[in-house]
T-cell receptor, first 114, second 114 residues
């Protein structure tokens, strides 16, 4: 079974530029999450989708961050314009509604803003 | 308020010894789930073990076990017979009733010495 796919793995941009990250969840997983993990900290939820609807985006900085999951499968997270404090690893995860519902994570996209 | 607290920023253990990683949590829900994840230097979050709030027995998965003390709101991870490959960051996380997202602690960096 293929895992959660993310790209790019690494991205370096100047502040005020834009960047987009892509995520393809495990097949059949209805719920998709984007987490931000700043160095030395635990992951923090940015946004959660159930199919193509947003369940929780309370901690998403909506003035600069946006995310979509148009067909209920893959998702894109965009940052525009980027700030220095956006330097972090952006983790995508997916889960299914059966079992204990553990999250399966991708390898993450590491963003450096200069 | 911090929902998940991991008070040990770093732990150093000799190979083959057992190690306990501490986790306390804060919730007013009666139904919740507790998770432990391992994050090696590669960055991917790996699910280790789950404990439901109504589970009467402590969860075990191979060398991993969870010391669940509900009244104290603690869910410590115990790794028996530690191996060099256990060196990683370890995160405790909680899912409250009605929510699908996981809320993570700050993590503990475990280093296994040969």
């Amino acid at each position: 079974e293929a895992g959660v796919a993310q790209s790019p793995r690494y991205k370096i941009i100047e502040k005020r530029q834009s960047v987009a990250f892509w995520c393809n969840p495990i097949s059949g997983h209805a719920t998709l999450y984007w987490y931000q993990q700043i160095l030395g900290q635990g992951p923090k939820l940015l946004i959660q989708f159930q199919n193509n609807g947003v369940v929780d985006d309370s901690q998403l900085p909506k003035d600069r961050f946006s995310a979509e999951r148009l067909k209920g499968v893959d998702s894109t997270l965009k940052i525009q314009p980027a700030k220095l404090e956006d330097s972090a690893v952006y983790l995508c995860a997916s889960s299914q509604s059966t079992g204990v519902g553990e999250l399966f994570f991708g390898e993450g996209s590491r963003l450096t803003v200069l | 308020a911090q929902k998940i607290t991991q008070t040990q920023p770093g732990m150093f253990v000799q190979e083959k010894e057992a190690v306990t990683l501490d986790c306390t949590y804060d919730t007013s829900d009666q139904s919740y789930g507790l998770f432990w994840y391992k994050q090696p230097s590669s960055g991917e979050m790996i699910f280790l073990i789950y404990q439901g709030s109504y589970d009467e027995q402590n969860a075990t998965e191979g060398r991993y076990s969870l010391n669940f003390q509900k009244a104290r709101k603690s869910a410590n991870l115990v790794i028996s017979a530690s191996q060099l490959g256990d060196s990683a960051m370890y995160f405790c996380a909680m899912r409250e009733r009605g929510a699908q997202k996981l809320v993570f602690g700050q993590g503990t960096r475990l280093t296994i010495n040969p």
